[in-house]
């Protein structure tokens, strides 16, 4: 399997930082990624796919970047929010054994 | 607007058996592939099993294999998980999701609520 491993596992910064979340594949995954953002007690919300591609609705200071087996999720601006958890999820795999990173608390400073 | 709305989870005893609906509204229903995704109490994200749009293909994790069984009825629009043999580590919150097709690949979208599975004596 395909295993997934997200950095740092919490991090704490402030309103108006810029924030970066990276996630390393086990193997090469084609930009087949995605990232989520989970609040408490929450369903994950999909914020990007494809590496890069924004989910629609999703504010334009969340992007996506990376090639091959790293990826990174920037948030440029932190917004109050914005505060949660945030999990990488590779669906590269075939047959399909979608594996997710181990998530990134995102707390206040 | 999409909406998934889980069911069916509880309290059951190790060994036991549970069923799991997902009621799905605001899209057609029988165009996309579904999914189970699990999150342990104070745990991550795992993905429990997926099926494809008229059933064809399913795909369960090692963890669940020959234990739990994904159908879809797409008369109804509804999602189901059948859960088998449970264990304590079933212990979870199981959310439904919609599987969109890009060129990437299948990716999750929309998910509901959750409903929460525990398995104890």
């Known amino acids: 399997d395909i295993q997934m491993t997200q950095s740092p596992s919490s991090l704490s910064a402030s309103v108006g930082d810029r924030v970066t979340i990276t996630c390393r594949a086990s193997q090469g995954i084609s930009n087949s990624l995605a990232w989520y953002q989970q609040k408490p007690g929450k369903a994950p919300k999909l914020l990007l796919y494809a590496a890069s591609r924004l989910e629609s609705g999703v504010p334009s200071r969340f992007s996506g970047s990376g090639s091959g087996t790293d990826y990174t999720l920037t948030i440029s601006s932190l917004q109050p929010e914005d505060f949660a958890t945030y999990y990488c999820q590779q669906y590269y795999s075939t047959p399909p054994r979608y594996t997710f990173g181990q998530g990134t608390k995102l707390e206040i400073k | 607007e999409v909406q998934l709305v889980e069911s069916g989870g509880g309290l059951v005893k190790p060994g036991g058996s549970l069923r799991l609906s997902c009621a799905a509204s605001?899209?057609?229903?029988?165009?996309?592939?579904m999914n189970w995704v699990r999150q342990a109490p104070g745990k991550g994200l795992e993905w429990v099993s997926s099926i494809s749009s008229s059933s064809s293909y399913i795909y369960y994790a090692d963890s669940v294999k020959g234990r739990f069984t994904i159908s879809r009825d797409n008369a109804k629009n509804s999602l189901y998980l059948q859960m088998n043999s449970l264990r304590a580590e079933d212990t979870a919150v199981y959310y439904c999701a919609r599987e969109p097709y890009d060129s990437s690949g299948y990716y999750s979208d929309y998910w509901g609520q959750g409903t929460l599975v525990t398995v104890s004596s």
């Open positions: 605001g899209f057609t229903f029988s165009s996309y592939s």
